[in-house]
């Protein structure tokens, strides 16, 4: 439940100047309109689930993005029933909209949007009802261009550069060709960015989001009341942990607290998690987490 000092789950992902929305709870447009961000940016809502405290934010979402100038489509992606949830929230509030809405329905895993540079997939978790969760995976860059090799192979410094940079080979005066691998460095990751919740122990939630550069997971409970997370499907701030450990990812946030604690209480929340895995942290409303690239 939404608290004074705590807003329902919403993760905003910025990537060059694009937007993506990871659940949208109630409230979600207020905390927006406090970070000056541009809604108009957002190109899809990924919903993990259908339980309310997840997705009813949408309706006043859709409506907003009808009072810009919004010429690209907004893309819906989420579990069975995400379409008849938009459709209604549409029909029943006699919604004016000025643009694409493009609902798709996920029923597992699977690469469910691209861009350029990127791709997002989706795995699915076990909860009350269908959840799941989703990655924003870079592709891989280029590596390092080394001047020194490139001179040292008599390329002038210029537009040749250039083209060897992009991945393409170049000819010589000479006649020599040069290949891109000739003057680069190993091709390097891109970043990765994770996020679950609501969901049981999955066993192979650790490989899916294996090498994030950031996981935001629900830490719902504290071992105390383990018994009472998977009776109710949640996860424990220590089974968050855990996924991130076996996961081999840079930072753990720990979202979607039970509202019963207190901040004393989450604070003991973090403890538990950052004794398994000490680079956790909790997420707090309008934080703001850089994601830099891995050198």
């Not at 979402?61 to 100038?69: F, I, P």
């Not at 071992?223 to 753990?252: F, M, N, S």
Request: glycine share 8%; proline share 6%; net charge neutral.
């Amino acid at each position: 439940m939404p608290l004074p000092s705590r807003s329902l789950t919403s993760v905003l992902l910025r990537r060059e100047g694009e937007l993506f929305l990871f659940d949208c709870g109630e409230g979600t447009q207020v905390s927006l309109r406090r970070l000056a961000l541009r809604w108009k940016k957002i190109s899809a809502i990924f919903v993990s689930h259908t339980h309310a405290d997840h997705v009813t934010g949408i309706p006043g979402m859709l409506m907003l993005s009808s009072q810009v100038e919004r010429d690209d489509p907004l893309y819906v992606i989420g579990p069975p029933r995400i379409k008849e949830y938009v459709q209604a929230s549409r029909k029943i509030l006699d919604m004016y909209i000025n643009y694409e809405i493009v609902v798709k329905e996920v029923f597992g895993e699977e690469t469910v949007f691209e861009g350029d540079g990127f791709k997002i997939r989706s795995y699915p978790l076990y909860h009350t009802k269908p959840c799941l969760a989703f990655c924003l995976e870079e592709d891989m860059r280029a590596g390092v261009f080394d001047p020194e090799a490139a001179g040292a192979l008599g390329i002038p410094r210029g537009p040749l550069w250039s083209t060897l940079q992009a991945g393409t080979p170049v000819r010589l005066n000479s006649g020599a060709e040069v290949k891109p691998e000739q003057v680069m460095g190993p091709r390097r990751a891109g970043r990765k960015f994770s996020f679950i919740t609501d969901t049981t122990w999955v066993p192979g939630a650790p490989e899916f989001i294996r090498d994030s550069d950031l996981l935001i997971c629900e830490g719902m409970f504290g071992e105390e009341l383990a018994e009472d997370a998977a009776e109710k499907k949640h996860l424990t701030a220590v089974q968050a942990a855990q996924i991130a450990r076996q996961g081999r990812v840079g930072r753990l946030g720990l979202i979607h607290y039970s509202p019963r604690y207190t901040e004393r209480d989450l604070r003991n929340l973090l403890n538990q998690a950052k004794k398994i895995f000490p680079r956790t942290f909790l997420t707090r409303d309008l934080q703001i987490i850089d994601l830099p690239y891995r050198e």
